[in-house]
């Protein structure tokens, strides 16, 4: 330790004086062993692709809710205490209304910056579950939930849940008229639980609604509980990423062992520092010039009225849109009435949630791999699993519309009838098509990948033969080019096997290895891939001048 003490002595034996800087990390390192794990970690190689950006965005639009949250968090009241306005807003001037809905308006139009910081908190939201389903699209698509990576994936899905409903906590705060609509809606849900839902929305809302504590329950729910959970997922899920170290794209020098890219610090750390402040300025610049929940155009919630065109959040849409298209069946027994045309959709909603969450211990399953996966998948060299991802996607927007019904109905002059009746068809036939479609595209890319490497890219160079004939030359790909198409594997479907021994002893199959079965020739059967080119067939082609036409 004397070496690392304040005054080092030199070769002439004269003390040299150490900066502070250094003394304060020498006393840091000391009690804290940060030099040790800096080492370790910070040299760490992070591969380089624009679309690992998209785990980055939904990062920093994080950090920058916590940061506005914050500020907002001083000028709110969380009361339903009925007051009656007197400021800056004119038209609403003497109009009875909450606390919430009061000091809402406050921050829009006397907080210096307030309404820009409640702009770009809100516009950071819908950035921010955006960013998550779309990165979470990413890592579904590549294949990148697979071993060693499923817990990452539950981390991911719980933050995106998480995140919608802290969306819905959070739109609700204001008490205006379009989130109490919101609120009506999601309470009317609640009472469509059998035998618990009366109690449920009772306690929520501290009596009939509207009630008079469901802001101030709501609130220590999307400032404290909620985004805690979160942080913590947060640290977990970069811990994780740092230690299974990131997936990457297939390509040359890429395998399961090694990983191609730049170190964290300084190349990854100087990128990720200057894309924080890009994120921190597109959302600042949409907060100053585009209008989002303008909550004093929509006046404060009154239980006897509602919102023309009231509409959640896009990320909302998707459980709005079941139940708006549901038909409305009840079923009447014993004096209790059970609202299916409500509890069904209240119920699909997270059922199809928790699908999206074990689906990589599913394909697992199914596929039996084990083993550990650093490269990604190319998403047309698994045609079920995109097709999955796709149908997934087109369910979304059918949905969508179906909880917009009375907005797309009045743009374009629709029936709303029609449109119900479109969306609910098209909730069992879009899905289908988009599968079948998407498995065929990925089908015919796989056979492009294929004629690419035998025959060589299409040059547009035509070139005339001795004997008149017309034809296009092809340059050859590179052998970089050729593995990044070829180096996916096949992987041969589970199979049942004999059912009967060679002794003619039969052997109990049971239904779960059947099931297993069929959903495995259903991802990797015969018709899911084409075969890749042989060395073989590859040196017949380009022995002669095959390649070149």
Not at 200 to 225: K, Q, V
């Amino acid at each position: 330790m004397g070496a690392r003490s304040a005054d080092r002595h030199s070769g002439g034996g004269r003390p040299v004086q150490t900066g502070k800087g250094e003394r304060l990390a020498d006393w840091a390192d000391g009690r804290l062993g940060v030099y040790g794990l800096a080492k370790a970690q910070m040299r760490k190689v992070f591969p380089d692709h624009p679309s690992f950006m998209l785990g980055e965005i939904c990062l920093y639009t994080f950090l920058i809710l916590i940061l506005t949250g914050v500020y907002l968090t001083l000028f709110f009241e969380p009361s339903s205490a009925e007051t009656v306005y007197h400021g800056s807003y004119e038209p609403l001037n003497g109009i009875i209304m909450t606390r919430a809905y009061e000091s809402t308006l406050d921050i829009s139009f006397d907080v210096r910056g307030g309404l820009l910081i409640r702009q770009i908190h809100h516009w950071a939201a819908v950035v921010f579950v955006a960013g998550m389903l779309i990165h979470m699209m990413r890592v579904f698509f590549t294949g990148a939930f697979r071993k060693p990576r499923e817990l990452n994936w539950l981390f991911g899905w719980t933050l995106l849940f998480l995140g919608i409903i802290t969306g819905l906590t959070g739109y609700s705060l204001p008490d205006d008229l379009l989130s109490g609509t919101g609120l009506r809606f999601a309470q009317g849900a609640i009472l469509s639980v059998p035998v618990v839902g009366t109690y449920l929305s009772f306690f929520l809302f501290g009596g009939e609604f509207p009630g008079d504590d469901i802001i101030a329950r709501l609130y220590p729910i999307h400032i404290l509980l909620l985004p805690g959970i979160m942080l913590g997922l947060v640290v977990a899920h970069l811990i994780l990423v740092f230690y299974h170290k990131h997936t990457q794209f297939p390509g040359p020098g890429r395998d399961q062992k090694s990983v191609v890219g730049m170190p964290f610090l300084p190349v990854y750390m100087a990128k990720a520092g200057g894309f924080f402040f890009l994120v921190f300025g597109v959302l600042s610049v949409m907060g100053a010039i585009a209008t989002i929940n303008p909550v004093w155009a929509f006046g404060p919630y009154r239980a006897d009225l509602v919102t023309t065109g009231a509409q959640p959040d896009w990320y909302l849409g998707f459980s709005e849109g079941l139940i708006r298209v549901m038909p409305g069946w009840e079923i009447n027994a014993f004096g209790h009435t059970l609202a299916l045309g409500v509890f069904i959709p209240f119920s699909l909603f997270p059922l199809i949630m928790l699908a999206i969450g074990v689906y990589p211990f599913i394909e697992a399953w199914i596929t039996g791999d084990k083993r550990e996966h650093h490269i990604l998948d190319r998403p047309r060299n698994q045609p079920t699993r995109t097709g999955l991802g796709v149908a997934w996607l087109s369910l979304y927007g059918v949905l969508l519309i179906g909880g917009g019904n009375d907005i797309v109905a009045t743009r374009f002059h629709l029936s709303i009838n029609v449109i119900t009746w479109a969306v609910r068809i098209g909730f069992f036939v879009v899905p289908v098509l988009a599968f079948i479609i998407t498995r065929r595209i990925c089908l015919g890319l796989q056979r492009r990948d294929r004629d690419k490497v035998l025959h060589g890219r299409e040059s547009g160079t035509i070139k005339r033969l001795p004997h008149g004939e017309f034809v296009e030359v092809h340059e050859p790909l590179s052998q970089e080019q050729r593995f990044t198409l070829t180096q996916h594997e096949h992987v041969p479907p589970y199979e049942v096997g004999p059912t009967v021994d060679a002794n003619g002893v039969v052997r109990k199959v049971r239904p779960t290895e059947r099931l297993r079965a069929r959903l495995a020739r259903v991802m990797h059967g015969p018709n899911t891939h084409i075969p890749k080119p042989t060395p073989e067939e590859y040196r017949e082609l380009t022995s002669g001048d095959h390649h070149h036409h």
